[in-house]
T-cell receptor
């Protein structure tokens, strides 16, 4: 079964530091997403990415966030200057089509802890 | 903006009892998806419903999409301990829109 791979599984960083969360989507998928989940809460949409550009972003995805697909396989989320409230589980997801007819495949997540 | 709501927030059932979670959207949806997240895990896609009034079954799970395409339900018959987890509905306003997750229903099954 193809998987979405995320690294690292856990990242601890000091407030104000930059972090890069990495994802390898399923190879033939075309649409990529980042979601986050604060502990015990709902899964929140951050950004969607298609054809090497952002297709949609939420109000959470402000100027401190950026995404990149630098080499055709990796999909990264960068948080420039982390805040305490950025502590959450960050999930990468990919789908074959934009209509998500086959659903989104989620990675196992990166738990980000900002101290 | 689009909101997706779910009730109940938590449900504790005795093993063998049935379980239902209900999902409501503030807007008409193009489709609705259901995901299961085990404790400490990630959301796993269960199913997608597209047509008005559609009913789909997966073994003991029955998924329904409302006639107005604004609500949905997931019913589990004779729960087992393996059913433990949080069940999220997630809706799309249009076919190529982002998926918005509901807050989830956390199911506990008492053996």
């Amino acid at each position: 079964e193809p998987e979405v791979t995320q690294t690292p599984s856990h990242q601890v960083t000091q407030m104000g530091q930059e972090v890069i969360l990495r994802c390898v989507p399923i190879s033939n998928h075309l649409y990529f997403y980042w979601y986050r989940q604060i502990l015990g809460q709902k899964v929140e949409f951050l950004v969607s990415f298609y054809n090497n550009e952002i297709s949609e972003k939420s109000e959470i995805f402000d100027d401190q966030f950026s995404v990149e697909r630098p080499d055709g396989s990796n999909f990264t989320l960068k948080i420039r200057s982390t805040k305490l409230e950025d502590s959450a589980m960050y999930f990468c997801a990919s789908s074959l089509t934009g209509g998500s007819f086959y659903g989104y495949t989620f990675g196992s997540g990166t738990r980000l802890t900002v101290v | 903006g689009q909101q997706v709501m779910q009730i109940p927030q938590y449900q504790h059932v005795q093993e063998g009892e049935d379980f239902t979670t209900y999902c409501n959207s503030s807007t008409t949806l193009s489709n609705i998806q259901w995901y299961k997240q085990r404790p400490g895990g990630h959301p796993v896609f269960l199913i997608q419903l597209v047509k008005s009034g559609e009913v789909k079954k997966q073994k003991r799970l029955t998924f329904q999409f409302g006639e107005a395409k604004k609500n949905s339900s997931l019913h589990i018959t004779a729960t087992q301990t393996t059913d433990v987890g949080t069940y999220f509905c997630a809706g799309e306003k249009t076919s190529y829109d982002k998926v918005i997750f509901g807050p989830g229903t956390s199911l506990s099954v008492i053996p």
